[in-house]
């Protein structure tokens, strides 16, 4: 065989599957998705698919719009996404899909765009939920679903994990720059080297994003302690973690010397109720680095990799979400899936979300059984 055939062999096996996609877009009756961009006017980055998890999505039969210029925070051009059977609209018209992907919860504007009676897949992670998207939602018949609230056939939170753990691991990359001359620290390296000390970091808190930043900060050699006011979940970061990490109940002036000489404080969510006393942060070091996971992201500044994890699970929730036809029809057979149901068809059913919003909510499960 010459080379000539053989390039264009080549040629050919690199061409066809994207026109085998544009195909599918323009001919089938897969269903019907789109993708959202980010509010330019935030400090949000994340997002929900890459280019080739829309390719895998094309090619089992489904139809994926993207809003023009979605991809630039993750580094992918409209291009990009086409070349795998992606059609690039305007976000009005993406607003129109079946069902609408977005990281951050709609606003009511954006809502009253929406088809009536389609779905809406966002996280919230992302922000909190006010009490007039709520009433659009309602006003417009669509179901709302928190992927972070939802969880995997094995009981995980598994898109909720997959944040927690990326938010971890970046939070120790932010105080190590922090720390650095470039990032206007001392120029304090985290790790040890012979003869010196290595740094401090004190974590307060439990769950995947604490035990992210405490493995992370081990492996860049750093002395790590976890507080926490629950011994069973102490033990369990112990186990998570390994013995390298010190394990400590709250008590006030365990906490103080702590917090004393601690280069690096991260502030996570406690298994009782916990506020820091804020009296300490006249003991702190004038250098120290203080990250709360309740108000900040990290993981918005590395949002491809964020990208390019939760596409792994994107796409097999959106491969059961087209085998079996139609979101309602996943919501009544997926009890995971239903954890995170915020709106459904026209009813208020998280009862969290109503609490917080003053709003009357009903029980997802009753509304299911008389639908069927």
Same mark, same amino acid.
């Given at each position: 065989?010459?080379?000539?055939?053989?390039?264009?062999?080549?040629?050919?096996?690199?061409?066809?599957?994207?026109?085998?996609?544009?195909?599918?877009?323009?001919?089938?009756?897969?269903?019907?998705?789109?993708?959202?961009?980010?509010?330019?006017?935030?400090?949000?980055?994340?997002?929900?698919?890459?280019?080739?998890?829309?390719?895998?999505?094309?090619?089992?039969?489904?139809?994926?719009?993207?809003?023009?210029?979605?991809?630039?925070?993750?580094?992918?051009?409209?291009?990009?996404?086409?070349?795998?059977?992606?059609?690039?609209?305007?976000?009005?018209?993406?607003?129109?899909?079946?069902?609408?992907?977005?990281?951050?919860?709609?606003?009511?504007?954006?809502?009253?765009?929406?088809?009536?009676?389609?779905?809406?897949?966002?996280?919230?992670?992302?922000?909190?939920?006010?009490?007039?998207?709520?009433?659009?939602?309602?006003?417009?018949?669509?179901?709302?679903?928190?992927?972070?609230?939802?969880?995997?056939?094995?009981?995980?939170?598994?898109?909720?994990?997959?944040?927690?753990?990326?938010?971890?691991?970046?939070?120790?990359?932010?105080?190590?720059?922090?720390?650095?001359?470039?990032?206007?620290?001392?120029?304090?390296?985290?790790?040890?080297?012979?003869?010196?000390?290595?740094?401090?970091?004190?974590?307060?808190?439990?769950?995947? $994003? #604490?035990?992210?930043? &405490?493995? +992370?900060?081990?492996?860049? =050699?750093? *002395?790590?302690?976890? /507080?926490?006011? $629950? #011994?069973?979940?102490? &033990?369990? +970061?112990?186990?998570?973690? =390994?013995? *390298?990490?010190?394990? /400590?109940?709250?008590?006030?002036?365990?906490?103080?010397?702590?917090?004393?000489?601690?280069?690096?404080?991260?502030?996570?969510?406690?298994?009782?109720?916990?506020?820091?006393?804020?009296?300490?942060?006249?003991?702190?070091?004038?250098?120290?680095?203080?990250?709360?996971?309740?108000?900040?992201?990290?993981?918005?500044?590395?949002?491809?990799?964020?990208?390019?994890?939760?596409?792994?699970?994107?796409?097999?929730?959106?491969?059961?979400?087209?085998?079996?036809?139609?979101?309602?029809?996943?919501?009544?057979?997926?009890?995971?899936?239903?954890?995170?149901?915020?709106?459904?068809?026209?009813?208020?059913?998280?009862?969290?979300?109503?609490?917080?919003?003053?709003?009357?909510?009903?029980?997802?499960?009753?509304?299911?059984?008389?639908?069927?």
């Amino acid at each position: 065989m010459n080379e000539e055939v053989v390039q264009k062999k080549i040629t050919q096996i690199e061409i066809e599957p994207l026109l085998m996609h544009a195909n599918m877009l323009a001919d089938g009756e897969g269903t019907d998705i789109s993708i959202l961009a980010n509010y330019p006017d935030t400090d949000e980055t994340r997002m929900l698919l890459t280019p080739e998890a829309c390719g895998l999505l094309t090619s089992s039969g489904m139809k994926v719009a993207m809003e023009e210029g979605a991809g630039v925070d993750i580094a992918f051009s409209d291009d990009a996404y086409a070349e795998y059977g992606v059609k690039i609209v305007s976000r009005e018209e993406a607003l129109g899909a079946s069902i609408v992907l977005s990281f951050q919860p709609l606003r009511p504007a954006d809502i009253r765009l929406m088809k009536p009676g389609s779905a809406l897949l966002c996280t919230m992670a992302s922000g909190l939920i006010d009490k007039e998207s709520i009433n659009a939602l309602l006003d417009m018949d669509i179901t709302m679903g928190c992927l972070d609230n939802m969880y995997s056939h094995n009981d995980t939170p598994i898109f909720a994990d997959i944040i927690d753990e990326i938010d971890g691991r970046a939070a120790i990359m932010y105080a190590q720059e922090n720390l650095s001359y470039l990032g206007g620290g001392k120029g304090v390296l985290l790790a040890s080297v012979a003869g010196i000390n290595p740094c401090e970091v004190l974590i307060i808190g439990d769950g995947t $994003d #604490v035990y992210s930043a &405490a493995k +992370a900060a081990l492996n860049m =050699g750093a *002395q790590v302690t976890v /507080i926490n006011n $629950d #011994v069973s979940m102490l &033990a369990v +970061a112990r186990e998570v973690c =390994g013995p *390298q990490i010190q394990t /400590i109940m709250i008590h006030p002036r365990v906490l103080y010397n702590k917090v004393k000489t601690a280069d690096v404080i991260l502030l996570g969510t406690t298994t009782r109720q916990f506020e820091f006393p804020k009296n300490l942060s006249a003991v702190m070091k004038d250098s120290a680095y203080v990250l709360d996971f309740k108000e900040s992201h990290p993981s918005v500044s590395v949002p491809r990799t964020v990208a390019m994890a939760l596409s792994n699970v994107m796409v097999n929730f959106l491969d059961e979400l087209r085998i079996k036809d139609r979101f309602d029809s996943m919501i009544s057979t997926n009890e995971g899936v239903r954890q995170g149901i915020v709106t459904y068809h026209g009813k208020l059913v998280d009862k969290l979300v109503g609490s917080y919003t003053g709003l009357p909510a009903v029980d997802l499960s009753v509304m299911l059984a008389a639908r069927n």
